[in-house]
């Protein structure tokens, strides 16, 4: 399969274009599209380098509850060497573009688009761009849920690239998930995935659950219904899905539709309200 990765470059729309983005912010569901993904929306994050961020989720009252989603393009000679401010958030690093120097627990990797991080809360590491072109990446930051018994779970990097799909069942590859971490390894409260539909593959039932999402399409288009309402949606975009939205999709066009995707899992549910929001 010929992977590719969407990744933003900023920008501004000519001043003669009009208005005219798919963007939803809704109480079950958000669309953010990648043509609102210009040089006014970025963010500046305290102790990073010559970088910049699109914030695509973070918690915030009838929006997000457990995690926080970015996109982070930094420049040549940039990053952080303490990246998380956060000693009990984990993270996803998912490279879109360019290369990177990732360094965990003292354990220098090179990623380049398609690599993948998994980040424990208990390690240190940093990021450097040391090539001569930005390099972009989609950043998941949840904090950690402990639970009794269990271990918390080793920082690892491996790639896209390096990961067999499996095909869902009785759907001949037109559906298929690459999973990073072992759905039984109950050491993880969240998993990022990427799931796959070949051109004609569906969802073919409005999906239903406790797991909250948030999904940034990789490469191709779908038709993805959020609550009611079927929604386009093209490389580049993101979706926020809260609990309970009911969901369903398919692919559209010629190319494999691909995205990144967010679930929590494995916890009972919080009776104290949201965890991230527990002091």
């Not at 953010?32 to 914030?55: A, E, K, N």
């Amino acid at each position: 399969m010929d992977f590719t990765y969407y990744a933003p470059t900023g920008g501004l729309p000519d001043q003669n274009q009009r208005a005219r983005e798919r963007a939803h912010f809704t109480e079950g569901y958000a669309v953010i599209p990648r043509g609102v993904m210009s040089d006014i929306t970025t963010s500046f994050l305290p102790g990073w380098d010559q970088t910049r961020s699109w914030v695509l989720a973070r918690p915030l009252s009838g929006f997000s509850e457990t995690f926080a989603q970015l996109i982070v393009e930094v420049a040549p000679g940039g990053g952080s060497s303490h990246p998380e401010p956060d000693p009990q958030a984990q993270a996803v690093v998912f490279l879109l573009a360019g290369r990177i120097d990732l360094t965990i627990a003292g354990l220098r990797h090179q990623l380049k688009p398609g690599g993948y991080a998994y980040i424990a809360p208990s390690d240190d590491w940093s990021i450097l761009n040391q090539s001569d072109t930005p390099a972009t990446f989609v950043w998941v930051r949840k904090l950690y849920e402990a639970a009794p018994g269990i271990e918390m779970p080793d920082s690892f990097v491996t790639s896209d690239q390096a990961v067999t799909a499996s095909e869902m069942p009785d759907t001949h590859g037109s559906w298929s998930t690459s999973r990073f971490v072992d759905p039984n390894d109950m050491r993880h409260d969240m998993h990022v995935n990427i799931v796959t539909f070949m051109p004609g593959g569906t969802i073919p039932f409005a999906e239903t659950h406790v797991m909250e999402h948030g999904l940034y399409v990789l490469q191709g288009r779908g038709v993805y219904l959020l609550n009611q309402d079927w929604v386009e949606v093209e490389e580049g975009d993101f979706m926020w899905l809260r609990a309970f939205c009911p969901q369903a999709c398919y692919a559209a066009g010629r190319r494999p539709f691909r995205y990144l995707l967010y679930k929590d899992v494995n916890r009972h549910p919080n009776l104290h309200g949201t965890f991230a929001a527990r002091k």
